[in-house]
């Protein structure tokens, strides 16, 4: 195994999440009774380059595939958060109706859709089955896997772009160097780059280990970043911390020498070497923080089910499917999930196997505890389902697995 960026052998691991299924890979009522496919979840840190990567990569056809659950257009959060990132390339970028804006990863098309109004061509390359509301919406869409040979075929039938995207998408993809010199064949030579990916610094800071799955193939700061689109004759110009999915960095990528370099660029660089993140020892401290707080969750939660109480699960993500699993809640400690994604209801969750329900029975049920999945925003949920009628206590799970 090398590292994804420098091709160079000098990995450390320093966490394992043990083995587990894909975490989307919900399972239907006849599925429980087949076998499951579980695979390595462990986690590496380039001694070269600082980046932190999975040591196994799961086939992407098993990953994004026809009955891929994932649908961006269900979360509020985030339709509202490609409207904002849309509306601020157009006015900082100056975009019109001649140039063409390529989103990478483009799902049911909710980020190109704010695009509309404003004339600029639009188009969407995604290999998942998502992709049909995209069409049926009359979006431009070339179903597949972006790669060189993706980007030749979307050059010749579309011409260059002017701005290429691609949100929670840039981490996922397993080979990388494939994945950028499509970017280079598909970029107009002015145009630009902005890719919007997990952070490392909050994922360790907030002890997100949950957001770890075979999804997330790597696990960025800006540095490795920056080695990466040198060895592709780019560089970054602009890089910021945004709070989307509990805080990620979007960078800004261009040709070299194209465009001047904002200094938040090295400020933020500073701002992770300052941080220790260049540095295996942070990584070991996570690590431990990592099992402490597993067993911690644990403990409080056998201890409530001993008293006799019950116990049900807000929302049904795929990063709780890494938490459930690592931590190994199954369904005699959870009774169920509650969710409001038709495509997960009446579903059960991989490995764990707890059943997904609508979210009116946490209502009617009214159990003693709620373990909240999302936790990252943990306040948002509280509010909102105390408001809808829940009267039982709430369970946040991490950093420090909290009773509230
Ligand atoms: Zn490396």
């Known amino acids: 195994m090398s590292c994804f960026i420098c091709k160079k052998n ?12 894909p975490s989307d890979a919900f399972l239907s009522k006849e599925a429980l009774e087949k076998e499951e496919i579980a695979y390595p979840l462990d986690l590496f840190f380039c001694k070269d380059c600082y980046l932190v990567q999975l040591g196994f990569v799961v086939d992407p056809k098993i990953l994004f595939s026809e009955d891929y659950a994932y649908n961006s257009g ?16 157009i006015s900082k970028y100056k975009l019109t ?35 049909r509301l995209a069409i049926k919406k009359n979006q431009s869409t070339i179903v597949d896997f972006f790669n060189e040979k993706t980007a030749i075929i979307a050059t010749k039938k579309y011409g260059k772009a002017k701005i290429i995207t691609a949100t929670n998408v840039f981490a996922h993809v397993d080979d990388l160097h ?57 560089e970054i110009i602009d890089a910021e911390r945004i709070p989307i999915h509990g805080g990620s960095i979007r960078v800004h990528a261009a040709m070299r020498g194209k465009y001047p370099i904002s200094s ?85 969750t991989p490995g764990m196997h707890i059943p997904v329900v609508e979210e009116s029975h946490l209502f009617k049920d009214q159990p003693g505890y709620a373990l909240l999945l999302s936790w990252t925003i943990a306040p948002i949920l509280i509010k909102k389902l105390k408001e809808k009628g829940y009267g039982g206590k709430f369970i946040v799970p991490a950093p420090k697995p909290t009773i509230l």
């Open 264 to 348: 938040a660029v090295e400020k933020l660089l500073e701002l992770e070497k300052g941080s220790g993140l260049y540095d295996e020892k942070i990584y070991i401290n996570f690590a431990k923080e990592v099992e402490k707080t597993k067993l911690n969750l644990q403990q409080i939660l056998v201890d409530i089910k001993i008293a006799g109480h019950k116990i049900v699960g807000i929302g049904a993500p795929a990063k709780g499917n890494t938490l459930l699993n690592y931590c190994q809640i199954d369904s005699q400690i959870i009774s169920y999930l509650v969710e409001t994604s038709e495509r997960k209801i009446g579903q059960f």
């Open 74 to 89: 269900t979360n509020q959060t985030l339709k509202q958060h490609f409207k904002d990132f849309t509306s601020k390339l």
């Open 10 to 21: 000098n990995l450390f691991k320093f966490l394992s999440l043990g083995h587990q299924p």
């Open 97 to 131: 109706e001649k140039d063409l804006v390529v989103d990478i990863g483009s799902n049911d098309g909710s980020l190109l859709e704010n695009y509309i109004s404003h004339n600029v061509k639009i188009l969407g390359i995604d290999p998942s089955g998502v992709t």
């Open 178 to 234: 494939s994945f950028m010199n499509g970017v280079k064949e598909l970029l107009a030579d002015d145009g630009i780059f902005v890719s919007e990916s997990g952070y490392t610094y909050d994922m360790i800071e907030g002890l997100q280990y949950d957001f770890i799955y075979h999804e997330h193939l790597r696990y960025y700061t800006l540095k490795p970043l920056v080695t990466l689109f040198e060895l592709f004759g780019m």
